[in-house]
């Protein structure tokens, strides 16, 4: 029986239904030096909720989001897809709004500036707020104008005393990391201008569900999103969505446009029916859909576990590719260490000569595979498997194979091409 512990952060009712429960575990940004793996380390609960009044999902807040966001480890210029993924929102965005020099674009969580710059680029006045100062110096000193704040009504009041509502306000996975929800989107709403638009992407629930992302819980992210629930939440605030597109970042997300309630100069489109009818179809307007999920967590770690074992009293090598966020708490909620992973690798070299947080799994280079010759690479960033079945198709040298553990235990040959349930059972070898 789970005690009511907390209230819900939209409607205020006590919380009191599981969701998942990842344990407890380290921040899952945390990297730790060579001089620090004899040291402790401090671990909070990562438990998540659904309120049964209003069904938005939320975590169970352990750490506050100063301790959480004040230095981030993660710039946003350095991934090439997702600087690919905004240019093409930027201009599209620029032609559908006609933005121009007259025109102000506000971004919310705007990091080092990796969006805002395809708007200055084009003379678009921007303004970013950044809670993490080492990331907003970097923007600032790339010329963007950053906040070093967290955005709220007062800070909404201090952009409008400096004439900077926004003609189009933008926030992308921003929603999720926002512990005051009510007063975000209060902020948002008196910030934006009469016929202003607002488009935010975020992870998407259903897909969170459906596809047992598991991983992407973490204690950064406060809430898991429908479009049922923002929606909701939107209304109450005098927000209309009015147009919604579904994007494949981040395993799929959603993009929202949303607009005051009390403009009608853009209608409502049919993607935004179509949407909703989905989630309804999906069972995501029904408790039971949320109940079950835990259910799903715990199956999915037995049987990642049964195959590593499997493949352990083989006698078989096994290492990890990755060492983001979602690698941590997949690897800590399973308990696996170097007991079944040799290291791990990224090519991230910030990360690189240190260890996971919780498991402390070294990682190194990716090239170390190279010199090891694993028989088995755990590929941890599910969502980018592809890409990195490619650069990792050397492996065929020594017969190599590939193992995904979201949504399901998965292996694959070092060519990228499935092997069946029957071939990678090994038994009997
Ligand atoms: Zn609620």
Redesign the pocket.
Known sequence: MIKAITK??????PLQHLFADLGVQPFCETYLGVDEQNKMEPFYSLRVYF?D????VQLEESMSPKELFTNYAYFSSHSKGWLKHVESYAEMITAKLNLNEKSQVVEIGSNDGYLLQYFAQRDIPVTGVEPASNVAKEAQRRGIPTIIKFFDKELSDELISQSKQADLLIGNNILAQVPDLNGFVEGVKNLLKPTGVITMEFHHLMKLIDNNQFDTISHERFSYLSFTVIEKIFAFHGLTIFDIEEIPTHGGSLRIYARHTEDNSKPITSNVLELRNKEKDDGLDKAEKYSSFSQIVKKTKRAILTYLIELKNNNKSIVGYGAHAEANTLLNYCGIRSDFLDYTVDRNSYKQGKFLAGTRIPIFHPDKIKESKPDYVFVLPWSIKGEIMDQLSYIAEWDGKFIVPIPEVTVYNSNGTQISCEAFSLGGK
């Open positions: 819900c952060r939209f409607c205020g009712e309120c009044n209003c069904l938005l």
